[in-house]
T-cell receptor
Framework: KQEVTQIPAALSVPEGENLVLNCSFTDSAIYNLQWFRQDPGKGLTSLLLIQSSQREQTSGRLNASLDKSSGRSTLYIAASQPGDSATYLC??????????FGDGTTLTVKP | EAGVAQSPRYKIIEKRQSVAFWCNPI?????LYWYQQILGQGPKLLIQFQNNGVVDDSQLPKDRFSAERLKGVDSTLKIQPAKLEDSAVYLCASRLGGANVLTFGAGSRLTVL
């Protein structure tokens, strides 16, 4: 059974800092990995999707990497802004289309 | 492209009452999911549909929860009778195929008193 862990559960940084969020998974036989953002009281917004054959994906100030062999993914946020404050979740997908989620890291960026 | 639509956004009921949630996925998305998200946790899969067939309902509490996806488009999730521990956000998501982006609706927040 796939288990996904995100540490730390919460993170607070000053504006402008670069930061890394971590996601680890127990079964390396994954099909893809997706990072989401969730604002309070809202649904999940997709940030980046990495296929198992890829090493990283980039979108603006976001860069996600994937290391299947070690069961890890990181989400790098450059030059953080207060608007980046949210909960970030990673989801590991199988080829049957099933995704297992971590419990997320709640990020606070202080002005 | 229209997103995943869900209703109602909020529902408050007494325990032992029933409730139903509705989801309309992105047009053309064959796979539809219902997730339960308890405060402070990540979403947990309840049921996965491929067109109008069930792919995975192993985590669905079948004594009280039911879901259907008639005609392979809209879906409804029903809880009867509700328990206090069912208080959560029920998220619907859809995707075109297994390799594609999973897209979520805004969710339906259930409070059971």
């Amino acid at each position: 059974k796939q288990e996904v862990t995100q540490i730390p559960a919460a993170l607070s940084v000053p504006e402008g800092e670069n930061l890394v969020l971590n996601c680890s998974f127990t079964d390396s036989a994954i099909y893809n990995l997706q990072w989401f953002r969730q604002d309070p009281g809202k649904g999940l917004t997709s940030l980046l999707l990495i296929q198992s054959s890829q090493r990283e994906q980039t979108s603006g100030r976001l860069n996600a990497s994937l290391d299947k062999s070690s069961g890890r993914s990181t989400l790098y946020i450059a030059a953080s802004q207060p608007g980046d404050s949210a909960t970030y979740l990673c989801a590991v997908g199988t080829n049957a289309g099933k995704s297992t989620f971590g419990d997320g890291t709640t990020l606070t960026v202080k002005p | 492209e229209a997103g995943v639509a869900q209703s109602p956004r909020y529902k408050i009921i007494e325990k032992r009452q029933s409730v139903a949630f509705w989801c309309n996925p992105i047009s053309g998305h064959a796979t539809l999911y219902w997730y339960q998200q308890i405060l402070g946790q990540g979403p947990k899969l309840l049921i996965q549909f491929q067109n109008n067939g069930v792919v995975d309902d192993s985590q669905l509490p079948k004594d009280r929860f039911s879901a259907e996806r008639l005609k392979g488009v809209d879906s409804t999730l029903k809880i009867q009778p509700a328990k206090l521990e069912d208080s959560a956000v029920y998220l619907c998501a859809s995707r075109l195929g297994g390799a594609n982006v999973l897209t979520f609706g805004a969710g339906s927040r259930l409070t059971v008193l």
